[in-house]
Structures are given as C-alpha cells and as structure tokens.
C-alpha cells in the first residue's frame, strides 16, 4: 500500500480527470492498438452495475423505513413532477440543438438504402408502463436488474417495516428494529464497496477514453462531428439553465452544487450510464450535499430509471439527424410528438450506454 500511498491520497477527481485526457490522448495517437485496455473500461462498468441493485435494496428499503409514509408520498409527487418536466425539457433542447447544426443534412441516404426497415414510433403505453412497476416475482425482477418493479417492492417492503417499528406490540417492534439494523448494515457495506470501486475509476476511466478514441480517432470530428456538438451543447445548455434555475429557484447555488456533484457528473460522462453512475450518486448526495437518507435513496433510484434526460436529449438530436439524411426534415408538428414520445420512451430505456446516432 505504501507504494501507490501517492494514488489513494491524491484527489479522486483530479486522477479521474487525468485518466480522461491520457485516455483520450492515447486514443487519438496510437488508434486501434489501444484496444488492449478495453478490459480495464468493461471491468469498472461491470462493478458499477454489480452494485446498483444491492444499493437500491438496501438503502431505498432502509430509507422508506426511515421516513413516516405521509412524508415518503410527498416527496414521491414532487420527484414524478419534477422528473417530468425536465425531462420534457431534455427532448426539446435536443431538438432545438438538432435545428440550429442540421446533423445529417447533406449526407442524402437515399430511400432505397433503407429497404425493408421500418420505424415503430408510437409512444410505449403508459398503463402497460404503470402495470410492469409492481412486480409478478421481486426476486425475479431484482435478478434481472428490472430497477422500478425494485423500487415499487422496496418502497412497500420499507413501509411496512417503518409500521413494525412503531408497533405497540413489542415482539413486533423489536423484530422490525432487527430487520432494520440487517438492512442498514447492508446500505453501510455497499458505501465502503462503492468507495473502493471509485478508486478504481481513474483506471478505468482511462480504459474506457483510450478504447473509444482508439475505435473512433478522427471520425468524431467528421461528417458526424456536428451531431455529437449538437447533442453535448444541448446537455450544456440543459445543465445550465434548466437545472441551473431550478436550483435558483428553490434558493441553491448552481456552483456549489455541480461543485460537489462533480465526481458524479464525470462518471456519467465517461459510463454513459445512469444505472452505474447511481451508486456515485448516492453517496455524494449523503456525504457531501448532506440530503437525508430516506429523500436520496428513494428520488435518485427512481430518477436512473425515469429521468433519462441524456437519452431524451438524445432521441431529440437523432430524430433531427434521421430527417435531414434521409432528406425529409421534421415538421413542428413531427417535432411536438417527438416531445411526447421520447419522454415516455426515456422511461422504459435503459440506463446504460447507448450506441450513435449511425
């Protein structure tokens, strides 16, 4: 341990940022033989997402266990409210991006090329959405890393164990305060594991960068370089002034906050995923942001799942690139569904890396 002693005592976010540039300068010059670290980038996505259901288990079902159900439903409404709006937000700045660059525009794909393929752009049912949230079998749905119908059967599963708490009955009681102490023990073992994984992160970090870059080199500033500009101007944009005033307006000061929620901020950057940024989120949002327990394990679970935001964006850009190539640029009216769609559709993606736009 003394020999990497300098490692672990360095900042973790500047090792992060380090491991970004030499990633992407290793990629950028050595180009395809940098697939070798490849490994290194799957392993730390893999951890990532070997916590994420453990967490949600623990710490939502401690967190539900922890507030009184009257609060717990309030701060469910107001997260479902928020969610939503930014998310319809996300979606509209994309487009708007996707305007102003015209990504695709030019590239003149003719119809022919696209034979036999078909688009299915109806939006994804919103009874079937809120039927699939309560789980047949929650082992089943925590095995396959199905998150919501997790957080449905957490969130009564909490409920109930908050209500054996307060019993009258003290067998019950006392029954439901060794429950509890099991699954806070739980949520407290995940903080340390989670911690450990973040030392890794810098590694890989830098495997994942060098990877990319190494595949991609120059094509990332070529014909759909203004697809990729278009799509991070709009995170930009929707970081600053959507999630900027809302902070503002609830009296929070946007610096501080993306201060403290910056190692968060570069492992979605460089994942891509929310599910295996959440775990780095939770633990930010209690050690350094000082949230209570019961508010983040049960607003940012939900949030990984529902307020898909980059995939939002996304969608906003790509449907805009997919009309200029083919050479049939959407119409407002195109666009006001798109809006509609693509946050029901964010709801149901998953939160992993998602593939461009060709």
């Known amino acids: 341990m003394k020999v990497f002693g300098w490692y672990f005592k360095s900042s973790l976010l500047a090792r992060i940022l380090i491991g970004l540039i030499l990633g992407s300068l290793c990629g950028l010059v050595f180009g395809p033989t940098m697939a070798w670290v490849s490994p290194f980038g799957e392993i730390f996505i893999r951890l990532l997402k070997m916590i994420v259901m453990p967490v949600i288990l623990f710490?939502?079902?401690?967190?539900?266990?922890?507030?009184?159900?009257?609060?717990l439903g309030r701060v469910g409404v107001k997260a479902l409210v928020i969610y939503t709006i930014t998310t319809g937000f996300a979606v509209s700045f994309g487009?708007?991006?996707?305007?102003?660059?015209?990504?695709?525009?030019g590239m003149q794909i003719?119809?022919?090329d696209a034979g036999g393929i078909t688009a299915d752009v109806?939006?994804?049912s919103l009874i079937d959405t809120l039927i699939n949230v309560v789980p047949v079998n929650p082992f089943g749905a925590l095995a396959e890393g199905n998150v919501l119908p997790v957080i449905f059967f957490c969130l009564i599963f909490g409920i109930?164990?908050?209500h054996a708490r307060n019993s009258e009955d003290e067998q019950i009681r006392q029954s439901g305060e060794t429950v509890f102490r099991f699954f806070n023990g739980g949520a407290e073992i995940m903080y340390k594991?989670?911690?450990?994984i973040l030392e890794y992160a810098p590694i890989g970090v830098f495997a994942l960068i060098a990877d990319i870059f190494g595949q991609q080199g120059t094509e990332a500033f070529g014909p759909l370089g203004w697809t990729t500009l278009a799509i991070y101007l709009a995170f930009a944009g929707h970081m600053v002034l959507v999630y900027?005033?809302?902070?503002?307006?609830?009296?929070?000061?946007p610096l501080i906050f993306y201060r403290k929620a910056r190692e968060a901020i570069v492992t979605a950057f460089v994942t891509r995923s929310s599910g295996g940024t959440l775990p780095v989120s939770m633990e930010i949002a209690g050690s350094e942001m000082g949230i209570s327990r019961g508010v983040y394990s049960f607003s940012l679970p939900l949030g990984a799942t529902i307020n898909m935001d980059?995939?939002?964006?996304?969608?906003?850009?790509?449907?805009?690139?997919?009309?200029?190539?083919?050479?049939a640029p959407l119409t407002f009216s195109q666009q006001l569904t798109i809006i509609a769609t693509a946050v029901l559709a964010s709801i149901g993606t998953a939160g992993v890396p998602v593939p461009s736009c060709s």
């Open 244 to 253: 900027g005033s809302m902070l503002l307006i609830f009296k929070l000061s």
């Open 122 to 124: 109806s939006a994804p």
């Open 193 to 196: 594991v989670v911690h450990w």
């Open 310 to 327: 980059g995939t939002a964006i996304y969608q906003g850009v790509c449907a805009i690139f997919v009309g200029f190539a083919i050479g």
């Open 59 to 71: 710490t939502l079902t401690v967190g539900a266990a922890s507030v009184h159900p009257s609060q």
């Open 95 to 105: 487009l708007i991006c996707g305007n102003i660059f015209q990504p695709g525009k």
């Open 110 to 112: 003719a119809a022919a």
């Open 160 to 162: 109930g164990l908050a």
